[in-house]
Every structure is written in C-alpha cells, then in structure tokens.
C-alpha cells in the first residue's frame, strides 16, 4: 500500500517571478513589452538563418553587464544562464536568498531544448572535423542541464525534475510543484523552464512548414504559423501559510493543474480540441471552479492553421456559449513560442495579467478569423478585476496541460 | 491512499523481446556487449567500443512495419514495450470500458531522445543546407515522440509525460506514474524508459570518460569493483503496467510487484557532467522521504542498486547506502548494469524481476572488491524470495530516486 503522508490541503502562493524573454532581462521588460502590444519578434543573430525558409525569432537582447555574476560559469549553456537570471530574480522578488541549501526545496522545469545550441555546435564541429572541439559545449548540453544549472546553483537538495514533453512541458512542470507543495514533499518549490534559440527546432519547425514568415498571428484569419521564442522563467511557490509567515505577500495562487493527451496524431492535434477541453477541466475540477468562474484565458494560440482552431473548440466544449465572450490573450504574439518553457512563461503572463488588473493584449495581426470568434484582447491592455484566469499549453504529441489561478486578495 | 501494482513488464533490448532473454542473462552474470559502429568518424581513436545494443530485433509481432516506418528507433522500443506490458496485463491497448484511456497515463524516461534522428536532422542542415531538413525526422527526434507513439498506439488520454534527468529519469518515471495513480487521477499509468545508443550518443559519452575502455582487459560495467573504468551504455525500451491494486486483484489480474513508496533529491555537489559526493545529505533526504511512507531503510530485505561501474557513481552510490544504513548490515546488494548497460530500462526490468523472486547469479563484472567502497554486492548465492526492495538511481548531474517496491505476496 502506497502510505505517502499528506499535509492539509494548501493553497499555494506565488510569491516570486523572474523572466527572461524577447523584450530583455527581468520581468520589468517582459511586462512593459507585453503591456505596450508590440512584438519581440524580429530578425536574430544567433545562427546564420540566410538558408533558411523564414527569418524571424523572438531572441532575447545581450546579457546586461550588471547580471553577468549571477550567471557566469565557464560551462553553462545559454539556456542555463537564461534560467539562473530568472530564478535569482524571482527569488529576489520573494525576499528569499539566493541559496536553498537550508531549505526543503525542489526545482521543476519544463524545457525542449536545454543546451542544444551548444550541443548542436559541437555535433557541427564533429561533420565538419573542426579540430580541438571543446567538449565543455557538451557539458550541459542536456535537456535537464537548465533545471540542474538553477538547482547545483542554489544548493537545492529537494527534488530536481526537468520535463520534455514538447510545448506541454512548463505547464506540466508547475503541475508537478503545485503536486510536491500540496503533498508536503517540500516547502518550497521553483517551477519553470528555459529554453534558447538553435538551429535544429529552427529548422526543423521550418520543415514542418510550420513557422511564419512574419510575425506570428494568434487566432487571426489567413494565420500561418508560429515565431519561435526563447527566454525563460521561474516561479516561486510555496503555501499560502508559509508565505505569510514569513511576511511574503502572495502575487497570487495556483489552484489547480489538469493534463491529458489526445492520443491521435504527432504532430497534428485532435481537431475537435477533446484532448484540450480534459485539460481543463481537469485543472478547473482541481481549482474547485466551475467554467463560469475563469475571467479570462491564457491560450496557447501558437498561429498554426490548426493548433488554434482545435483550441478555440476546446474553449467552446467547456465554456459553451461563454467562449466567444470570454477575454483571451495570447502571449506568442509578442514574445514567440518558448517551447518546452512556453507553458511556464505564459503561466507567468496571466500572474501578472491578475497582478495588475489588467490583460495584456496579442499584437496586431489583421482581424480575428470568423471561424474562431475568440475575444481576442488588442491594442492595449484591458482593464479586468480578474478573479481567476485559465493558462492553456497543447503539445506536439498530444500532451496537454492546464493551470488555474486565482487573484491574491480575492 | 490507493496502492499501486505492476501488472505488467514489456521489455525490448539486447536481451530480445520479453524478459525471458534478461532472466536467463541475469542469473548466469553474464552481460551480451556488442561493439558499436564508429565508422562515422565521430569517436577519438582510443574511445570505448562497446554497448549493450538492441542489434537487429524482430519487432513486427508488436510493431506493424506500416506503423514503425512511421517512428524513430525509440518510439518504436517504446511501442513494442507497452504492447507486450499491456498483454502480460491481460489488457487490450485501447480496450476495456468507456473512459479507461482517459484515465491512462503514460510517463517514459529518456536521456538522450531519439538521437539518431538529430543526428541525421544535424547532418541535413550541416551538410545539405537547412532547407533539406526532413520534417519526419524532426516530429520524431523530439525527447517526447516515444511517450507519445505510446499514447496513440495504447489510447492513453490522461497526463502523458516525458521525464530526463539521466540516470535517475527512469525510476522518476515510475515515481510519477505511480503518483497519478495514488492521487486518483489516473487508474492505469504505463511507465519507464526508452533509449537508443547510436554512434554519436556513444562517442559523446566516451569523451566525458563515462564508458568503460576496458583498463581491466575487456569494456565491461563493474558495479562497485575495484577494476571499474565507466559503464557500458545500454539501449532499448522497459514499459510497465501500473495500476490500482484493487482494480488489478478485482479483474483477477496477478500484480509482478507492488510500490511501496519513492523518494527525490539532489546532489548540488554534482558537477553537470558527473556523480557528487553528497553522500550525507542523499541519505539525510533518503531517509526523510522514506518515513513520509512510513517506510525504514532497516524494512529493505534487498537493494537494487544503480551501481554501473562509474568511478565517481559507484563511490557516491555505496557512500549513500552505508549512511543510510548507519550501523546496521546492508542486505544482500543486486547490482544489474554489469549486464543491463546503463539507459533503456534493461535496470528497471531487472528490479521488478528481482521483486517478483528471479533468482539472480553472480554480479556481472564484479570480481575484485573496493576496499574505498566497502559494498560487496550479491555472489550468485541462493536468496530467500525478497519482501521489500530499495532500488537506487543515482545521475550524473545531480538527480536522485529511489523506488521501493515490495513483492506481490508481502502483506502491505
């Protein structure tokens, strides 16, 4: 018999974020970016992209010189520093240190990529036979080199887990915190995921025909595909009592998580949004909300043909009439698709969406297709005393994930 | 709490298809390494030249060739896998009553993902230019296509999730499949690893000096021998059947084992590259994370250990047991990567087959002991069947799970 020892149930707070995105090093940039409607989304330098279909990406700006102590270290990928940058600025926002090693912690990450970049160097080096390879561009070339970095960094001895599961993956990693903190596995959990430009999913997207020539356009008519992103971002959660204990103030709550799949297809999603609607209804059932309780909707609205017409049915299987009114952003619009970590950032987006009381608005990108009449937020940021708001993330692969939360104060 | 049977245990790998080919390899401690192809130039002159490969497995019976063509050497390890868990189970892959593949969940382990196929992507966009890219190779290169193959060929609609953290990512799959199984929001999860060594995989770990070169004569995983060089990788795909007990016991199915609990934490001593040498504060966290499940090291009559023949692995491994178990006796220590490689859940295979009560043999690779580590591990003597069982994984990098499992017929 399985006698894991479960605390009360707990109301889990958010007390820190910091980001990395398009828009610069901090949250700062990420929310003024977000709330001006502009995209980060642009032609990059990182890779010699002239062979290749589209020229655009959402890259993130040089490392300011003032972080560059907190994320040197002669072996990290440019997604570990992504993720070290974030997680001391969210850790700095909770009013806690920048080492765990005191605490019981754990680290949840969702990432795609990890170090690639680095890796995919050293794989060129190899077919090219570039000689004295350093093989410390291998040294965190691993998906679960970001999450790793964050926790070797903090001297977390808690649980470390980084998950890959495509684009579904952020949103699953901040499930599996809400999962820990609830159960009593730790105290203190730092949920996210980095992710950083490279060559392969570059290409690879391109392939697929599956990224846009031009900025990417969320639920737009004649939409063509997404922008790829990079950044990262970390969340600091923890219980409701322990914040307050502590004097921390609740930026607010994550109150539920839900995950399915659609078992269909790779790459395609199931187009009637099944697999996406068991996703939230599973994370509203675990918030103890009913649909007609969520105020707005974080959607995952990539810019793919396909992607955003299945979820737009998904909204429409659980809110019913409620979906064409419902406000929706979608944060790809400005910042790209952060792939394994777009989930997490995105969840960062909607804290701060109830934070400030306000919506962000998806860049312009021509009118809204009639064939998914979403409430898509324009132009500038919306006004919403917002008391819960829905984040959705759907996979390559079928994974979904779904998080909830709710408005510290409400 | 619910508690959580195995049902069921498809294996795919060097040992065949099943786990009779393993059994027979475990109780006689001896390994099957195969010599890796380093034609591709990417490998030092002096590098490691042996795996324990798949080699040239018969997978139609459980892959149709329609739908392998359509997957990367992984997914389809990992396809073959849960099709023969699901018939060791009794179950039929998307039968059974309405709403059972919502609530299915599939969590796979993977270090490397399908590396073959970024390999070949690499090669398109290096050599033919980006725009050469083949797009199958991308949907199938990514670290969750092989969880995902599972779904579609299993319909498993609940949370489908794809762990890597290294070495430890097979037994956290297992801890989290058992999970969503114990919170109530799957009754079924179908879990483990899948992993393909090929060339570039290979040469990459040789040059971090993680392979065995063979110093003691042939490449061999020494678990906790004197003589130990590094690991010999391993491939293929271990898929178990989780479920309710009491849904298993209900439809009269025969539970292989049973998880009593698991445990998670991290070494921040572990540089990204290699084992650390927080050996206190893992078994600190060890026995922290086994009292939340009422559980003792002191309870555990067997350990399975990740013990591969790592340098620096082995020393943090054996450190962490003996902490542990402070002043008191280890139990008889099963140490299976000599024959199982390290990666695709040939290791997994083997705990669940040591809790079900296969005898094992000799410790593969094992001949001189280390007197710095002071683990003996198991000489091939007859043991009585076990009735709880700490299986070890220890990553490179830092992560750490231990599983407890506890044989079918122990009282819980």
């Known amino acids: ?410 | 709490m619910t508690g959580v049977a195995i049902t069921g245990l498809g294996l795919v790998g060097a040992y065949g298809l099943g786990t009779e080919g393993l059994a027979a390899a475990l109780a006689s401690g001896a390994a099957r390494g195969a010599e890796i192809d380093r034609s591709a130039g990417y490998h030092l002159p002096d590098s490691a030249r042996s795996a324990i490969l798949a080699g040239n497995l018969q997978l139609a019976p459980w892959v149709h060739p329609g739908e392998a063509r359509r997957m990367s050497p992984p997914s389809k390890f990992a396809v073959a896998a849960a099709r023969i868990a699901l018939a060791q189970a009794g179950l039929t892959p998307g039968g059974g009553e309405p709403g059972e593949g919502e609530a299915t969940a599939v969590v796979l382990a993977t270090a490397f993902g399908p590396a073959s196929f970024t390999d070949q992507l690499m090669r398109q966009i290096v050599r033919e230019g980006p725009q050469a890219a083949s797009p199958f190779y991308f949907s199938e290169c990514v670290a969750n296509a092989p969880a995902a193959q599972i779904a579609i060929a299993a319909g498993a609609r609940g949370a489908n999730v794809t762990v890597v953290e290294r070495e430890a990512g097979v037994l956290l799959a297992v801890a989290k499949g058992a999970a969503e199984i114990a919170s109530g929001r799957a009754r079924r999860a179908l879990v483990g690893a899948a992993e393909e060594i090929p060339p570039l995989v290979h040469a990459l770990l040789d040059r971090f000096r993680a392979l065995s070169r063979g110093a003691a004569g042939e490449e061999a995983g020494r678990p906790f021998d004197r003589r130990r060089d590094g690991f010999l990788a391993g491939e293929g795909a271990a898929v178990l059947v989780l479920e309710r007990e009491e849904d298993a016991l209900a439809r009269g199915a025969r539970p292989l084992a049973r998880i009593a609990g698991w445990v998670r934490a991290f070494d921040p001593s572990a540089p990204a590259t290699d084992w650390g040498t927080g050996a206190a504060g893992l078994a600190l966290a060890l026995d922290r994370g086994l009292a939340r499940f009422g559980l003792d090291a002191g309870g555990f009559d067997r350990v399975v250990s990740g013990a591969s023949g790592a340098l620096a692995g082995d020393r943090l491994e054996s450190a962490v047991l003996r902490a542990a178990w402070r002043d008191r006796p280890l139990p008889p220590v099963l140490a299976p990567k000599g024959v199982t490689g390290e990666y695709g859940g040939g290791f997994l295979s083997a705990a669940v087959l040591a809790a079900a009560g296969m005898p094992f043999g000799p410790t593969a690779g094992f001949s001189e002991p280390d007197p710095e580590l002071g683990v003996i591990p198991h000489d091939g003597r007859p043991l009585a069947p076990p009735r709880r069982l700490l299986v070890t994984g220890l990553a490179a990098g830092g992560a750490a799970v231990w599983l407890a499992l506890e044989a079918a017929g122990a009282a819980p």
């Open chain 1, 1 to 410: 018999m399985v006698r894991e020892r479960c605390g009360p149930a707990r109301r889990v707070a958010v007390t820190g974020v910091g980001a990395v995105s398009g828009f610069g090093w901090g949250i700062e940039p990420l929310w003024a970016g977000l709330s001006s409607g502009r995209a980060a989304i642009a032609g990059f330098g990182r890779f010699d992209h002239a062979g290749h279909r589209t020229h655009v990406a959402a890259e993130v700006p040089a490392l300011p010189a003032a972080l560059a102590r907190r994320t040197s270290g002669r072996r990290l990928s440019i997604a570990d520093r992504f993720a070290l940058s974030a997680a001391f600025e969210a850790l700095a926002a909770a009013g806690l240190p920048g080492d765990l090693a005191g605490e019981v912690a754990g680290v949840y990450f969702g990432s795609s990529t990890g170090g690639m970049w680095e890796g995919e160097r050293f794989i060129a080096g190899l077919l090219t036979a570039t000689p004295r390879l350093r093989t410390s561009l291998l040294a965190s070339q691993q998906v679960n080199g970001p999450g790793d970095a964050v926790a070797r960094r903090l001297g977390v001895s808690g649980p470390v887990e980084t998950l890959s599961s495509a684009c579904a993956s952020g949103g699953l990693a901040l499930g599996a915190a809400l999962d820990a903190l609830r159960a009593g596995e730790v105290d203190l959990a730092l949920a996210g995921g980095a992710d950083s430009l490279c060559e392969i999913t570059y290409g690879g997207f391109n392939a697929l025909r599956s990224v846009s020539e031009e900025p990417c356009r969320p639920f737009r008519a004649g939409r063509d595909g997404l922008s790829i992103g990079e950044g990262a971002v970390v969340l600091v959660l923890e219980s409701e009592e322990r914040a307050l204990e502590r004097g921390a103030r609740p930026l607010a709550f994550l109150a539920g998580a839900g995950a399915s799949c659609d078992a269909h297809h790779m790459t395609a999603p199931e187009p009637a949004g099944r697999g996406a609607a068991a996703a939230i209804r599973a994370a509203l059932a675990d918030a103890g909300l009913a649909p007609g309780e969520i105020d707005f909707v974080n959607a995952h609205a990539t810019g793919t043909p396909l992607n955003d017409a299945a979820e737009w049915r998904a909204f429409v299987e659980v809110f019913g009439a409620r979906a064409a009114g419902l406000p929706v952003t979608a944060t790809k619009g400005s910042i790209g698709h952060l792939l394994g970590s777009s989930g997490a950032i995105e969840a960062v987006a909607t804290v701060l969406c109830l934070r400030h009381g306000e919506v962000h608005p998806t860049p312009a990108g021509g009118e809204v297709d009639p064939e998914l009449p979403v409430d898509l937020v324009l132009g500038s940021p919306r006004p919403l005393t917002a008391r819960a708001a829905l984040s959705t993330s759907l996979a390559f692969g079928g994974s979904n994930a779904a998080l909830v939360f709710t408005r510290a104060g409400a």
